[in-house]
């Protein structure tokens, strides 16, 4: 089972440089974008389906996960905070028109729902509430996005759904036409720029995660529109599961033909690194329900 990012054997080509961190560095902030989760479409081509890391954090078998201390949320707290932007919440529906962000935001506020729902772990996922406000720490960094640059610090913050050129410049070339949504990990850094553990789990402690969806791809809720069109809770379910740091599930490797050749092969197991089309949220699987617990079992304690 791959949990917490499956963080190990980083090539360096998995290392992006987005200009991100210069810039909370120039600002004298202790935060630091770590890494990517990005989820892709089962249907591309796209092939930067690993985690993608954006600060070398030396020791790579480290994973990263959320702390209840004073550090991360500015006050000691056991829950896990989320906030949804709905200046940016409107999605694609392929016909022209859009989704309106009442109806995103009840399917966000939905699947936050379902893994709270899960139970095996004392979690509390507390609804921080949908916001009139251009959310977003990395579109605000990354620039030409209208953003406030206001992210929930110890939280989750929903970025909304932003353009094709976004993912261009958080994936690289392809990632417009590959990447259907983004988890970013945010962590603390000492006076040094090392991350910090201030809780001694082995983990490097989560400062605020983002999640933000693609607008180059046409979105349904359910699936009732069949290939060509993705559905919102898969993909949006997906993206929390990694905010509440859970890794990809299974593998996509490119074999000597160039193909790209997915394991499980038919899986629908949400934390399945690429997302079809043609396949709606229809409840965790026992590897999606695993993972969480294994990760939140033992919390708050580590
Ligand atoms: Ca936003
Ligand atoms: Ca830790
Ligand atoms: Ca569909
Ligand atoms: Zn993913």
């Not at 974008?33 to 690993?50: N, Q």
């Not at 620039?143 to 970025?159: K, R, Y």
């Not at 997915?262 to 695993?290: R, Y």
């Amino acid at each position: 089972m791959l949990a917490l990012g499956a963080l190990t054997a980083v090539a360096a080509e998995n290392y992006r440089n987005i200009g991100v961190n210069a810039k909370l560095e120039a600002m004298g902030s202790k935060l630091r974008l770590s890494h990517a989760e990005f989820s892709v479409s089962r249907e591309g081509s796209f092939d930067t389906v690993r985690t993608v890391f954006f600060k070398n954090t030396g020791n790579k078998q480290l994973g990263h996960h959320w702390a209840a201390d004073e550090n991360l949320a500015g006050f000691p707290s056991t829950s896990i905070f989320y906030v949804t932007d709905t200046v940016d919440g409107a999605a694609n529906d392929g016909m022209g028109g859009s989704i309106d962000a009442n109806v995103t935001t009840s399917q966000i506020d939905a699947g936050m729902a379902a893994w709270d729902a899960i139970g095996c772990a004392t979690l509390p996922i507390v609804n921080g509430g949908a916001v009139p406000l251009d959310l977003g720490l990395v579109e605000d960094l990354v620039g030409g996005f209208g953003s406030s640059g206001l992210t929930l610090v110890g939280g989750v913050t929903h970025g909304g759904w932003l353009p094709w050129e976004f993912f261009e410049i958080i994936g690289g070339p392809g990632g417009g036409n590959g990447i259907l949504g983004v988890t970013f990990t945010f962590i603390w850094t000492d006076d040094d720029g090392n991350p910090l553990d201030s809780n001694s789990d082995g983990k490097i402690d989560t400062a605020l995660r983002e999640i933000y969806m693609n607008n180059n791809f046409a979105w349904e809720i359910g699936n009732a529109q069949g290939t060509g069109v993705f559905d919102i809770v898969a993909v949006m379910n997906h993206e929390q599961g990694h905010a509440l740091s859970q890794g990809h599930f299974g593998s996509i490797i490119r074999n000597g033909a160039g193909k790209l050749v997915w394991t499980p092969k038919d899986g629908d197991n949400v934390m399945l690194a690429a997302i079809s089309s043609n396949q709606l949220f229809e409840g965790f699987q026992g590897s999606d329900i695993g993972g969480h617990c294994s990760i939140w079992a033992d919390w708050p304690l580590k």
